[in-house]
């Protein structure tokens, strides 16, 4: 009933940029936090960054100053635009949305992932 979808991801050469994007649809009643998460081979999956539907933002030490989380509350997207990239940050990037869907209830919902490459 509720569908998360990623674009974005590929292959980028150290210190260069790129942008991820999220899109929720589906029997939606009201899309509170959204976020980023990653998960890099033989590693636990780690927060990004997270914006709630007011726009207050928490983002990961490791990415400071680097990367930037927005979303569409009107088009239920969100957004990551990543900046001064590294090797470091090579991982499978995935949306996470908190979804509140009428006479369900709100839950999780996890997009796909997109792989992101840094390297030269």
């Known amino acids: 009933q509720v569908q998360v979808v990623e674009s974005g991801g590929g292959l980028v050469q150290p210190g260069g940029s790129m942008r991820l994007s999220c899109a929720v649809s589906?029997?939606?009643?009201?899309?509170?936090?959204m976020g980023w998460y990653r998960q890099a081979p033989g590693k636990q999956r780690e927060l990004v960054a997270v914006i709630t539907s007011s726009g207050r933002t928490n983002d990961a030490d490791s990415v400071k100053g680097r990367f930037t989380i927005s979303r569409d509350n009107a088009k239920n997207t969100v957004s990551l635009q990543m900046n001064s990239l590294k090797p470091e940050d090579t991982a499978v990037y995935l949306c996470?949305?908190?979804?509140?869907?009428?006479?369900?209830?709100?839950?999780?919902?996890w997009g796909q992932g997109t792989q992101v490459t840094v390297s030269s």
């Open positions: 996470k949305a908190d979804v509140g869907v009428a006479g369900v209830g709100t839950s999780a919902y």
């Open positions: 589906g029997s939606i009643f009201r899309v509170y936090a």
